[in-house]
């Protein structure tokens, strides 16, 4: 059975995070702002690149999906990244329905509507861990029904309060880091055609809690917090995010950065690195200006 991820990278179309970005002006002046594009090649080299290149189960395709549209310059620069990594391909579209865009990936991981196929998706600020993915063909070894939900909800939170890194154990059902969907042979939605809040409610699904899946990247530039700015640094979703840290765990408010379980967690699911090179990425989100410097 074949398992194909899919992620968005500045993509510009009708999704379940682009809704501000309805024309080619917004794109320009809001998806590809400059400052922003920095702290998304950013988070993307220095967080979900490693943790696809480190997977213990290398048998899977992620299709990076972006929009012929953008600007050649950030085109250039995604395709010497992904190319560093075998499992990853590009797919360059102008379409801005992400449903026609991926029909034949999942036409293509169904071999042509025959065979059953395992879809994940992931976001170009997050990670999975080293065993996502060899977690995720042990699920699908299993005698599941077609239309099952895959959900792995434990994991870590890396996030800014007032401009400190900080982690914190994070547990979601159905979050959608990492959410995969076994599908049938001729079901060709993809999986961000669908509420992953609401899938579990009418589809079986199996969840798996015993180890830590995912890095959910908390930063100036998430989607969630609008593009009403470009970049976040305090107030609003990142502040909500901040106080509920504080309260749930107190040691923040005395200077902690981190817990002993987010820790443990982090080390078992990305061995490659460390906690406190993680939130030095994260911190780095606050300085767009160095990153484009870095980049140019």
Known sequence: MKIFGHCRFSYFGLTDTGREVLSESDAADKLWNAERMAVRFHLFEEILLPSIRHQTDPDFTLVVICSELMPAVHHDRLESLVATVPQIRLLRTAETNIARALKPVM??????????????RVDDDDALGVSYISRLRRVASMDLPSHTLITF????????????????????????IGLAVL???????????????????????????????????????????????????GGGVPGTVARRAQRAY????????TTDKAEQALAEAFPYTTGEALRRAIAATLRPENLLAKQA
């Open 250 to 257: 107190p040691e923040f408010t005395e200077g902690a950065v």
């Open 183 to 233: 599908k049938a042979p001729d079901d060709l939605r993809t999986v961000f055609h669908m509420q992953h809040k609401r899938y579990g409610q009418y589809n079986p699904t199996f969840s798996d809690p015993t180890f830590a899946a995912y890095h959910y990247t908390r930063h100036t530039t998430n989607n969630t917090n609008g593009y009403g700015q470009v970049i976040h640094r």
């Open 107 to 120: 036409q293509e991981a169904s071999n042509d509507c025959q065979d059953r196929a395992i879809h994940f």
């Open 153 to 176: 909800p434990k994991g870590v939170m890396g996030f800014l309060d007032d401009g400190t890194p900080r982690h914190m154990p994070q547990f979601k059902p159905s979050i959608a």
